[in-house]
């Protein structure tokens, strides 16, 4: 354990890691405690489980042509998509596949309906906006989940009208995780330390840890807003209420992915490595989105979000199954056969994560508004929870965790010169 730094950094994902380099940058003597044994967070690039690289968490660079994180990629030559997908979206539906250009797909309308109602002054639940007599209501449902986590009943219109995205979406060729590893590799991390309690005092923060206890002149808690609305982390003074409210008010959802890797690649004619299947035989039938052999890899990438991801994650190997299973209704019961290996991603039951992204309830669009204030002033926020309009996104926490950098920085009394958010270390 380091001894009495200026600030310490809870989490290494990548708030965590934006906050190090604006300190580094800023020539603060701090350190990064991370729970987990990598770093990243829900940026994790897996490279064993399959046999291929592919992305358990975040793996699109959202708004790319305003995105810190893609310029930092071309900065360093992490390999990125550099255009975004244009050709056709296909889906498998009552029993048939068909095929629609990608800006025409039906579902972005009716998505589109659910932000424009937000950005009208209207806060409700999505559901409200949908129809749930549509024919492939389902499959809009299942969009929703996979957008902001959870079920349409339970996502704010005005907080899906709070977000900012410019259209341009680029998913990382070489893994989005591993870009934030690179970003991390000269800071000073301490892995395998879980924190346990934070205390603030007259002039300074008391950090409990695993390890011992550690202090410091200002904390930046980075990590994933479930430690809060749990109460994994216990805060003296406690939290102010109003923040414990927001807490409740802006949880996180649930969202998980299957990876299923071939002994060969199985798909062809998919101009656009993405298909939505859906088999509406029963009011019970889940569909289900995939990616299709990404970046040429012999793999299948299963999207599956909001309460049926939580319900399926109760019971091991289960979504695997359901990945696997609903494959084979659109391209044949063989295709299991040339399955070489499954995996499943696990943030909701992973003790340190706890789930996927922040969705405001409706009605609690303005609850996040509370994440951007210093706690105690001298404990800061940071996180895709904490931004005001790049929520949900890798980009949007580590221009959080930039910022928390140099509000510590100043409260603990130190002089903050002007921010630069390309800056690496080197």
């Given at each position: ?11 290494a994902g990548a ?74 979206m296909q889906s ?149 209420r109003h923040l ?183």
């Amino acid at each position: 354990m380091v001894s009495n730094p200026d600030i310490v950094i809870v989490g290494a994902g990548a708030a965590g890691i934006g906050a190090g380099l604006a300190l580094s940058r800023l020539g603060i003597f701090y350190v990064i405690l991370e729970a987990k044994h990598r770093v990243g967070g829900r940026a994790y690039t897996d490279i064993s489980s399959i046999g291929h690289l592919w992305d358990q968490g975040c793996h699109w660079l959202h708004s790319a042509d305003r995105n810190v994180l893609r310029l930092i990629a071309e900065k360093i030559g992490h390999e990125y998509q550099t255009e975004p997908h244009d050709g056709y979206m296909q889906s498998f539906m009552n029993g048939a596949w068909s095929q629609v250009l990608v800006d025409e797909y039906f579902v972005w309308d009716l998505l589109g309906k659910i932000s424009a109602a937000g950005r009208a002054g209207k806060d409700v639940a999505a559901e409200e906006i949908l129809d749930r007599g549509h024919a492939l209501y389902p499959l809009i449902r299942h969009w929703c989940q996979m957008l902001y986590s959870m079920d349409p009943e339970n996502i704010s219109t005005g907080d899906a009208g709070n977000y900012s995205d410019s259209g341009i979406n680029l998913p990382v060729k070489a893994g989005y995780g591993a870009l934030i590893e690179k970003l991390a590799q000269k800071l000073p991390i301490r892995l395998n330390i879980e924190v346990t309690a934070v205390e603030v005092l007259l002039g300074s923060v008391r950090i409990e840890t695993s390890s011992g206890t550690i202090e410091a002149k200002a904390c930046i808690m980075a990590v994933p807003a479930r430690s809060f609305e749990t109460g994994r982390i216990r805060f003296l003074p406690r939290l102010p209420r109003h923040l414990e409210q927001a807490f409740q008010d802006v949880p996180m959802g649930w969202f998980e992915k299957v990876a299923v890797s071939f002994d060969r690649k199985v798909f062809e004619g998919f101009d656009i490595p993405f298909a939505d299947i859906f088999d509406p035989v029963a009011d019970s039938t889940c569909p289900l989105n995939f990616e299709l052999h990404p970046f040429g890899r012999p793999i299948a990438v299963a999207h599956v979000a909001g309460s049926v991801a939580q319900e399926l994650s109760r019971e091991s190997g289960a979504m695997a199954a359901f990945a696997l299973e609903t494959l084979c209704k659109a391209f044949g019961g063989d295709l299991g056969k040339r399955a070489v290996a499954v995996a499943a991603s696990g943030w909701g039951n992973d003790p340190f994560i706890g789930g996927a992204y922040s969705c405001a309830k409706p009605e609690k669009a303005s609850a996040r508004k509370a994440f951007s204030e210093p706690v105690h002033e001298r404990v800061f926020l940071a996180g895709e929870h904490v931004h005001p309009h790049y929520v949900a996104t890798c980009h949007g926490a580590y221009e959080t965790g930039l910022d928390a950098g140099y509000r510590a920085t100043a409260a603990a009394g130190f002089s903050v010169g002007e921010t630069d958010p390309l800056w690496l270390a080197t």
